[in-house]
Nanobody, 127 residues
Framework: QVHVVESGGGLVQAGGSLTLSCAAS????????ISWFRQAPGKEREFVAA????????????NYADSVKGRFNISRDSAGNMVYLHMSSLKPEDTALYYC????????????????WGQGTQVTVSS
């Protein structure tokens, strides 16, 4: 059984920074991709960033949506169970409910391919 819990959301001014945390538990979760998605009111859930399983590839490579490249950084701890999303230079359009998801998705950017999801953490960026 895999469980995913997000934390770290909040209210921040435009230009500010915030770090989200994702705790994933389960026997094989260190092998899995762990990704962040977000969903704003009235919009579809969209891919934000992904980090690969450490043991599967020997390192945790990462990928980002174009909208967050250069502003967001995803990282994973050495045990493979904690993932962080450090967000900087935040914009009002980054406001959304941010979800952490894990599994063996192909492609990693497709939310429909993920089996395990957290409940989400709200990020609000004020102008």
């Amino acid at each position: 059984q895999v469980h995913v819990v997000e934390s770290g959301g909040g209210l921040v001014q435009a230009g500010g920074s915030l770090t989200l945390s994702c705790a994933a538990s389960g026997r094989t979760v260190s092998h899995y991709v762990i990704s962040w998605f977000r969903q704003a009111p009235g919009k579809e859930r969209e891919f934000v960033a992904a980090v690969r399983g450490i043991r599967a590839y020997g390192f945790a490579s990462s990928n980002y949506a174009d909208s967050v490249k250069g502003r967001f950084n995803i990282s994973r701890d050495s045990a493979g169970n904690m993932v962080y999303l450090h967000m900087s230079s935040l914009k009002p359009e980054d406001t959304a409910l941010y979800y952490c998801a894990t599994g063996t998705p192909v492609p990693y950017s497709d939310a429909r391919k993920y089996v395990y999801w957290g409940q989400g953490t709200q990020v609000t960026v004020s102008s």
